[in-house]
């Protein structure tokens, strides 16, 4: 399901920083911790494995948890994603969807730093210029 909401702001704060929580870690977020399914069933729903699963919930947990105890933004945008129950091969998504193309950003999963992506170039050979993670396509 896409998230009715993109983006969470801080309270009191007028000049923050994004992190960007992909769809799919959206979508275990959602799937497990509010949904309430054991990792293996939202894996299934998911079409990933369960270890991939485990990967996005550690990763989105602790980018909420930055966000929350930082003040920043949280952006809910990018990845490869396939929402559970919306139908899969229609749609956007690792079943046939549509690519990410010539835009989009490479995006630090460290810190959320994100730079424009460069076609030709990947994002993976990109280090973050603040926090010297490898860079991501988001």
């Known amino acids: 399901m896409e998230p009715e909401v993109d983006i969470f702001l801080p309270g009191g704060v007028s000049n923050f920083e994004e992190i960007i929580l992909t769809f799919d870690e959206h979508e275990a ?11 293996e069933e939202a894996a299934k729903k998911m079409n990933i494995s369960q270890p991939t699963l485990s990967r996005l919930l550690r ?9 929350i105890t930082t003040g920043r933004a949280i952006r809910i945008e990018g990845g490869v994603y396939e929402m559970a129950g919306a139908g899969y091969g229609r749609g956007r998504g690792r079943q046939g969807g549509f690519g990410l193309g010539p835009g989009g950003y ?9 730079v424009p992506h460069q076609r030709g170039s990947p994002c993976y050979v990109i280090k973050c210029p603040k926090c010297g993670a490898q860079m991501t396509r988001g």
Do not use: E, I, M
């Not at 977020?29 to 990792?39: C, E, I, M, P, T």
């Not at 990763?59 to 966000?67: E, G, L, M, P, Y």
């Open 29 to 39: 977020l959602r799937l497990v911790d509010k949904d309430g399914l054991s990792q």
């Open 59 to 67: 990763s989105a947990r602790a980018k909420v948890a930055t966000a």
């Open 106 to 114: 490479c995006v630090c999963p460290n810190c959320g730093y994100r």
